[in-house]
């Protein structure tokens, strides 16, 4: 059961930001894995990313709690604004945050010394990737989508589904 110490549940959340544009098996990698730490993992689906979007917010949402349907522990959310403000609003205090190479974490250890700026007790947690899916980022699978390769290694089923339905629009 849920008790409190200091000024936080005791039930561990991950807040788990990104684009998700769309959801790929490295992303679905990183928050499975998360919940074996973490009670509960809020995917927070960005609707103010500065890249060009193919999917809706709404679309991505869609998207991955279809993808989490059966696991208790994942609630999507979409999410605007500040990361500190969704995080604190959320009760958590933990970013989890997924890392391929070396230029992803340049990125996120300076986004995550941004953020405790503004949150100090903010905590991050940056969980390497398979190796099998360190290749992957929603742009280059974008990429391959769009001349008419297979995105079947690297794609759930779902988003498969969805992607082939936005082109046949
Ligand atoms: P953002 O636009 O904020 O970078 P993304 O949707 O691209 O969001 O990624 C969300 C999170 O998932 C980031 O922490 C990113 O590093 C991580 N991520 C993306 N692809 C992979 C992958 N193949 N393996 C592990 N983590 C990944």
Known sequence: MPVKSGNYSMEKIAVCPGSFDPPT???INIIERALAI?????????EN????????????????????????????????GLLVDF?????GHTVL?????????????????ANKT????????????????????SSIIKE????????????HPIVEKKWKEKLGK
Do not use: W
Not at 123 to 134: C, D, N, S, V
């Open 97 to 113: 945050r997924g890392i391929r190479n070396m230029t992803d974490y340049e990125y996120e250890h300076q986004m995550a010394l």
């Open 25 to 27: 098996k490295g992303h």
């Open 38 to 46: 973490f009670d509960k993992v809020i995917v927070a689906v960005g």
């Open 144 to 155: 391959v989508l769009q001349f008419g390769g297979s995105g079947a290694g690297m794609l």
């Open 118 to 137: 503004l949150f100090p007790e903010l905590e991050f947690i940056f969980m390497i990737t398979e190796g099998k899916f360190a290749h992957l980022s």
């Open 49 to 80: 990313t500065t890249k060009d979007a193919t999917f809706t917010p709404n679309e991505r949402v869609e998207m991955l709690k279809e993808i989490f349907k059966d696991c208790k522990g994942v609630e999507v959310q979409k999410f605007d």
């Open 87 to 91: 995080v604190r609003k959320h009760g």
